[in-house]
């Protein structure tokens, strides 16, 4: 039977934990000990409702790629969800930018979402660049963008052709300058700003802001697959999260 330990093992050979960034917080997060695990969700944040299935379900693990503590939590109540987590007896594994930098992770797996070929990493590991079959005018690459991830989106003016494109899944828009020297063309990403639109438009290089959930959620159901054919023996499941966000 498996433990927590063999699966933060697991996720460490693909994804090190050693290679998050200084401000992530990725690891085991809630450590009920190292418990035999037989269920375990997998999701991209835990929410109201995903704690709600893993208590009703009675799970012992929830694998979430946003790190369960984060930023600014300074003290712990019966609301939080890693005290939940801990009452519950539900450990958790986050792997956060660690799984992003993976070559198997969440670029990779947006990238494949849109079929690119010849991908590899940026210097930094920070986004993949590959080439679609054939060149797209910007306005049908954005729309081809939004079929493949079912996402709404924004986007800038851009005139030239797209062929080579630059991804980075959740909030990647800071990357557009280093995608424009790497050669792309594009670069999808998840979150982008208003200014950062004004500087990809003068540096002609197409930013495309598909949405945080939409851009990583993929990797989510990519993860949870590579748990299952690794642990026989664990029920693994994709827990049931949709995106915050309405579009009107």
């Keep these: 039977?498996?433990?927590?330990?063999e699966i933060y093992d697991y996720i460490d050979?693909?994804?090190?934990?050693?290679?998050q960034l200084e401000w992530d917080n990725s690891g085991i997060l809630v450590n009920c000990g190292d418990c035999v695990?037989?269920?375990?969700?997998?999701t991209l944040d835990i929410t109201a409702e995903v704690l709600n299935e893993a208590i009703d379900g009675k799970y012992d693990?929830?694998?979430?790629?946003?790190?369960?503590?984060?930023?600014?939590?300074s003290a712990l109540t019966e609301k939080t969800p890693a005290a939940i987590c801990f009452k519950n007896d539900i450990s958790v594994i986050s792997a956060h930018t660690n799984y992003?930098?993976?070559?198997?992770?969440?670029?990779?797996v947006l990238?494949?979402?849109?079929?690119?070929?010849?991908?590899?990493s940026s210097n930094d590991s920070c986004f993949m660049v590959g080439e679609l079959d054939k060149p797209m005018a910007s306005d049908l690459f954005s729309e081809y963008v939004s079929k493949c991830l079912s996402a709404h989106l924004r986007y800038n003016d851009c005139t030239k052709e797209i062929k080579t494109v630059a991804v980075c899944g959740g909030a990647g828009s800071d990357f557009a300058s280093d995608a424009k020297k790497a050669g792309a063309d594009a670069l999808v990403t998840g979150d982008g700003k208003y200014h950062e639109f004004l500087d990809a438009?003068?540096?002609e290089i197409l930013l495309v802001s598909a949405g945080h959930y939409e851009t990583e959620f993929p990797a989510v159901v990519s993860l949870c697959k590579l748990l299952?054919?690794?642990?026989?023996?664990i029920q693994f499941k994709v827990a049931e999260q949709k995106t915050p966000i309405k579009n009107i």
């Design 1 to 5: 039977m498996s433990r927590l330990s």
């Design 13 to 19: 050979s693909f994804a090190p934990f050693s290679l």
């Design 37 to 42: 695990i037989s269920k375990a969700l997998v």
């Design 61 to 73: 693990l929830i694998v979430s790629h946003h790190p369960v503590i984060f930023g600014s939590l």
């Design 100 to 108: 992003d930098l993976s070559p198997i992770g969440v670029n990779k």
């Design 111 to 120: 990238a494949q979402k849109l079929n690119l070929h010849n991908v590899v």
């Design 201 to 203: 438009t003068d540096e």
């Design 228 to 233: 299952e054919d690794k642990f026989k023996d």
